[in-house]
């Protein structure tokens, strides 16, 4: 059974790249547009890997990672953060959040491919 | 185009809603609104045109986002203070930001550099705070990004790595501590990256599971050794373990050579077991619950991890109703659900409707025709039909539909930059964005709105200096407001600023031989004069006029929309300019009339009254051309079979109606006519399209007897062809 990636940013150009990579790599996307439409998109699909982008709209990336993990049905489910090289200040803040790992920005595909597969179970 | 160009295309359309989402946050900026929502929503917008333009390589566009986006940062942390120099620069740096977009997008050649490089020094003066920025751009540094390559072919599995000379293959030893189960990371997929690397053996030492009331999930009570028989690179390694290193202890030791870590673990596992064994889960809970009373360490094999590991937590199928916690700001509207179609289809669906409507009324009248009485059941149907067809146009026209705001936002640069050029302090304050109008006519706004803000700015406001010794405040305002008036959108750009100068407007216009010299005029007729053809020359236009045109060409583009503009002004207080057009180009509301065997019509917001030509109300200028007296004053009657040349002779006017309309300059008329047929909206269809230019003839369309009626051009009718048609030989019947 193909794996379900939910990926929550706000920027189209985004989401599109994410989708690229992650459909060409056989992943089934879902898309949401930004945190509180991640969450609900969550809890109506459910997701085997989350990637979510910090900076967004209505709620950031941190608040879908303290959501994710306070969700009894998605608490275990993997969320990668989108995050620029040097942002070691919300590295270390999505991790305090409950982040499984982290996505390079800009992203090479194979890499960001090879992100989600260490962490889907 | 291949899939990372149509992305690419798409991050072009972003930027452009990026950036008229950033103008519009910092006009709030500018108006007061400093909150933290604000300043965040500007930071957002820069960060995402720089992340997308980092994915293309885009270097010159990364490099000025990223100045702005880092005293966007200063700003929502609230290092630096968001005050008016500070938005100032922020505005301007906007418009930098919209030209390296443009740039990239190879719409204009180049940027200015010396622009962007006097921005780019003001933004790190603010950032830094009036220190010279650090020399090396080492802090905080992403963007020194590497243009990636967009390969899609991905490599499966991971190339291998380079292989390290002296290692034969490595140990790890690791042991989770509680929290990296808690952010979702597991052991067993930790253990399966490694997997890949090559052969395993797996221990797994539980000496230190405590029993299970003592069981506390914050501790890592399970110690795993992994001994990796290949040569691989110790980067791979770290790799695999870089989303926990922070949770877990971690020792790598090359086998056969010496520790390269510190390593928090002294003892080596008590033996190595040859992986066989699955992980007894049973005898590991009966271990910690304490049943099993050997305390002594025992090793349990652990190999042949599986790609899809079992969850370590059971998960509960997720159910619709889980409710997370959610931080929504309540003011905030969610998203628009959209989606995007091709604008010809739109259009055709247009004209499918507009047939479907021509078609209905034909129908209609047929079956009146035909003697049906109107409670028979199949009349009544016809007028469901007809509002459900009026409907369906509707709707149709609501696709077309679209804010001015698009048009809006291309206006505070336009302003700031006019100001900056004559030296004034101008606000631009803007109202019904959301108001909205046929595309069509959205896209045609642009233009005149751009003209008059000009001259609002260059014309209409006075110098700082001057406007202090009016006792105003030194900055002048611009307002820009849409809204929308029985039926039709209302543009009005108004100013605070002198108000017209009706005696300078009145000698340029004697002087240039538009009006008498002794021409009684009121006050809104000579403001009026402004839009008169040649009033607006070299000579009135200052400064700005190397790309200016004359307020009778904004006129003009204004009525071949159908609309109209005026102006009012009161002096010292400053003038309003009004814009009127009809919501849409395809459709128009008319009075059907007759004319010689011919049906015209005569567009609804053109005329003013109708009236039957009494004898005693005609008189003959110089005995040839007829007027008719309306209202105490002397109309030109103008006979439009005869001038269309659809009879040879005039028909005498007391057999006829006459129509008084108005041309979007105010001049007044009265148009003769067999008779009115009624009134009714009618779908234009385009006469340039379908056969050629007719003066006098804006469209046509098509009636509900099938029969084609032309659509009159009031305005040509009335100020040209008039005088070159009436015969000399007209007399009055009676």
């Given at each position: 059974m193909t794996k379900t990636v939910l990926t929550i940013d706000d920027s189209r150009t985004m989401r599109d790249m994410l989708l690229m990579a992650l459909e060409d790599a056989g992943y089934t996307v879902i898309q949401a547009v930004d945190g509180v439409d991640g969450l609900e998109t969550l809890a109506a699909r459910g997701a085997d890997v989350i990637i979510t982008d910090i900076n967004?709209?209505?709620?950031?990336?941190?608040g879908v990672i303290e959501g994710v993990r306070a969700d009894p049905n998605h608490r275990t489910t993997p969320v990668l953060v989108l995050t620029t090289e040097s942002d070691v200040e919300k590295k270390a803040r999505a991790r305090a959040a409950g982040a499984t790992g982290w996505i390079v920005k800009p992203f090479d595909p194979a890499k960001l491919v090879d992100a989600v597969r260490r962490v889907a179970a | 185009m291949d899939a990372f160009e149509a992305i690419k295309v798409t991050f072009f359309q972003e930027c452009d809603e990026l950036l008229a989402d950033l103008e519009a946050k910092l006009m709030l900026l500018e108006q007061g609104q400093t909150d933290l929502e604000t300043i965040n929503a500007v930071f957002r917008a820069v960060?995402?045109?720089?992340?997308?333009?980092?994915?293309?390589?885009?270097?010159?566009?990364v490099r000025f986002a990223h100045v702005f986006e880092t005293l966007m940062d200063e700003l929502r942390s609230g290092r630096k203070p968001c005050d008016t120099i500070t938005i100032k620069t922020l505005l301007r740096a906007s418009d930098v930001l919209a030209d390296h977009i443009q740039a990239a997008q190879g719409l204009i050649p180049q940027v200015d550099e010396g622009r962007s490089a006097a921005l780019v020094a003001e933004l790190e003066m603010l950032t830094h705070g009036g220190e010279a920025p650090p020399a090396v751009e080492d802090e905080d540094d992403d963007f020194g990004f590497m243009p990636m390559a967009f390969d899609m072919a991905l490599d499966e599995p991971v190339a291998a790595p380079e292989p390290e000379l002296e290692a034969v293959g490595w140990r790890i030893v690791f042991k989770p501590m509680g929290r990296m189960y808690a952010n979702a990371n597991e052991t067993g997929l930790l253990l399966r990256e490694l997997g890949r690397l090559g052969p395993t053996t797996?221990?797994?030492?539980?000496?230190?599971?405590?029993?299970?009331?003592?069981l506390s999930v914050e501790d890592g009570c399970l110690t795993w050794t992994v001994d990796l028989d290949a040569a691989v690179d110790e980067a791979a390694l770290l790799e695999v373990f870089d989303f926990v290193e922070s949770d877990c202890e971690l020792a790598i030791t090359p086998l056969g050579g010496a520790s390269n870590m510190n390593a928090p673990f002294e003892d080596e596992p008590a033996?190595?077991?040859?992986?066989?064994?699955?992980?007894?889960?049973?005898?590991?809970?009966?271990?910690?619950?304490?049943?099993?009373?050997?305390?002594?360490?025992?090793?349990?094999?652990?190999?042949?991890?599986?790609?899809?590991?079992?969850?370590?937590?059971a998960t509960p199928a997720p159910t619709p109703v889980a409710a997370a916690p959610v931080a929504a700001s309540a003011s905030v509207a969610p998203a628009p659900v959209t989606i995007r179609v091709d604008l010809d289809r739109v259009d055709r669906l247009i004209n499918v409707v507009g047939e479907l409507v021509i078609q209905q009324a034909m129908l209609s009248q047929r079956v009146l025709e035909s003697g049906l009485a109107r409670s028979s059941g199949i009349a009544l149907g016809l007028e469901d039909l007809e509002l459900l067809t009026r409907e369906i146009q509707d709707s149709v026209m609501a696709i077309r539909a679209q804010p001015v705001k698009?048009?809006?936002?291309?206006?505070?640069?336009?302003?700031?930059?006019?100001?900056?050029?004559?030296?004034?302090?101008?606000?631009?304050?803007?109202?019904?964005?959301?108001?909205?109008?046929?595309?069509?006519?959205?896209?045609?706004?642009?233009?005149?709105?751009?003209?008059?803000?000009?001259?609002?700015?260059d014309h209409g406001l006075e110098t700082p200096?001057?406007?202090?010794?009016?006792?105003?405040?030194?900055?002048?305002?611009?307002?820009?407001?849409?809204?929308?008036?029985?039926?039709?959108?209302?543009?009005?750009?108004?100013?605070d600023g002198r108000g017209i100068n009706r005696e300078r407007v009145k000698k340029i216009a004697i002087d240039k031989g538009l009006i008498a010299a002794d021409a009684p005029l009121t006050d809104e007729q000579i403001d009026n004069l402004i839009?008169?053809?040649?009033?607006?020359?070299?000579?009135?236009?200052?400064?700005?006029?190397?790309?200016?045109?004359?307020?009778?060409?904004?006129?003009?583009?204004?009525?071949?929309?159908?609309?109209?503009?005026?102006?009012?002004?009161?002096?010292?207080?400053?003038?309003?300019?009004?814009?009127?057009?009809?919501?849409?180009?395809?459709?128009?509301?008319?009075?059907?009339?007759?004319?010689?065997?011919?049906?015209?019509?005569a567009p609804l917001p053109t005329i003013v009254e109708s009236l039957t030509p009494q004898a005693a109300d005609l008189h003959f200028v110089g005995g040839v051309d007829p007027v008719i007296r309306f209202r105490d004053r002397f109309l030109p009657l103008i006979d439009v079979a005869l001038i269309m040349g659809f009879r040879e002779q005039p028909m005498n006017p007391t057999d006829g109606v006459a129509v008084v309309v108005e041309t979007e300059g105010g001049q007044q008329a009265a148009l003769l006519f067999d008779a009115i047929q009624g009134q009714r909206q009618v779908v234009i269809k385009s006469l340039e399209t379908n056969y050629q230019q007719v003066e006098g003839v804006a469209a046509a369309t098509i009636l509900g007897d099938g029969r084609v009626a032309l659509i009159l051009d009031v305005d040509v009718i009335v100020t040209d062809m008039r005088r070159k048609s009436i015969r000399p030989d007209f007399k009055l019947a009676s």
């Open positions: 967004m709209p209505r709620m950031d990336g941190f | 960060h995402s045109v720089k992340g997308g333009a980092g994915a293309f390589g885009l270097e010159a566009l797996v221990v797994l030492d539980d000496s230190e599971t405590p029993t299970l009331d003592a033996a190595v077991l040859p992986a066989s064994d699955d992980l007894d889960i049973a005898a590991l809970l009966a271990k910690a619950s304490g049943a099993v009373a050997d305390p002594v360490p025992e090793t349990i094999p652990f190999a042949a991890i599986e790609p899809e590991p079992a969850p370590a937590v698009s048009v809006f936002q291309r206006m505070p640069r336009l302003v700031r930059e006019v100001a900056d050029m004559v030296s004034k302090q101008v606000r631009l304050v803007t109202v019904g964005e959301d108001t909205e109008v046929d595309k069509t006519v959205v896209e045609r706004l642009a233009e005149p709105i751009t003209h008059m803000l000009r001259n609002a700015i200096d001057e406007r202090i010794a009016a006792g105003k405040s030194a900055e002048g305002t611009v307002r820009l407001a849409a809204l929308h008036r029985s039926g039709r959108i209302v543009i009005e750009i108004s100013d839009f008169a053809p040649g009033f607006s020359t070299a000579a009135v236009v200052s400064d700005i006029s190397g790309r200016g045109v004359g307020m009778d060409v904004v006129k003009r583009s204004i009525q071949a929309l159908g609309g109209r503009i005026s102006i009012s002004s009161v002096p010292g207080k400053g003038s309003t300019f009004t814009l009127s057009l009809p919501l849409t180009l395809a459709v128009l509301d008319g009075m059907v009339v007759a004319a010689a065997e011919q049906t015209l019509i």
